[in-house]
């Protein structure tokens, strides 16, 4: 991460709750006032995690967002209102184009949560939440998880390697490019089935599966965890509450239909304040870190 993130300092079971939430949530809400929530604070929360760095996904997703929104109309012509007709007189319908703004919002903000999870909710965070319950499903699910980012370096190390003896596809040719490739797919490939024997036989050497297991972990589960874990679980209580009350209710096709009532409001509040969190806590923690330091 590009600083200081205070959120994925709490505890595992803290982190963990809260993406559930934020995505599962994110991905049956398309009322506008919850849509508006997810959009804003995940992309606020990953720029807070990853800086400048993060300025080009987030506005990498206003492109896939627009076209999104513009496709959903060509699939679903169901509406009132015909902006325009196309192709055998198909119609192009106001109706549907909300819709496809709501789905493309939908789908950005949980690219966004999912983002920021691969960043707070490291590997050994996944062992500590499920290494007792689930010890071999953990372990291949963390080793999985380690494989992109690992084959990523890799290929950056063989590619480097091959361009310093001066092999490496420095042509425009497509077919020097191609072959340059196979090679280092090849040698990623052997790497990968030798990296996988060592580890197997690390991992028998050391025992592993012989008998009963034994944990390490440094987290803890301190008081400010308790009182994070009873604030979060109220205002999920309040978002749920809002959703069986019927204030969440969006439909945009064949007419568009907003549910707007006091539960309404009360849900977006809880629901804005749950997203805000981990936002929140890292600014609060650099508002206090800058006043401190003024005061040196």
Known sequence: MSGQDTFSAYSPIINFIFYIGAIICGMFFIHPAFLVCAVILSAAY?????????IKIVLGMIPVWIVL?????????RGSIVLFTYFNDRPYTFEALCYGIALGAMFVSVILWFL???EVMTSDKFIYLFGKTLPSAS??????????????KKIKQIAGARKGIGKGADSESKREKAEDGLTIVSA?????????????DSMRSRGYGTGKRTNFSIY???????LLLIIMLLLLAAVFLCGLKGGTTATYTPDISLASNQWTVFGAIAYFIFLAIPTALNLLEALTWHIL???I
């Open 46 to 54: 990953y720029l807070t995690i990853r800086g400048s760095r993060g």
């Open 69 to 77: 929104a513009v496709i959903n109309p060509l699939v679903n012509t």
């Open 116 to 118: 920021s999870y691969n």
């Open 139 to 152: 372990l291949i699910l963390t080793m999985v998880l380690r494989l992109v980012p690992n084959y990523q």
């Open 188 to 200: 990623l490939t052997s790497w990968a089935f030798e990296g996988g024997i060592i580890t197997a």
């Open 220 to 226: 803890k589960f301190e008081t400010r965890d308790r």
């Open 293 to 295: 330091r003024s005061k």
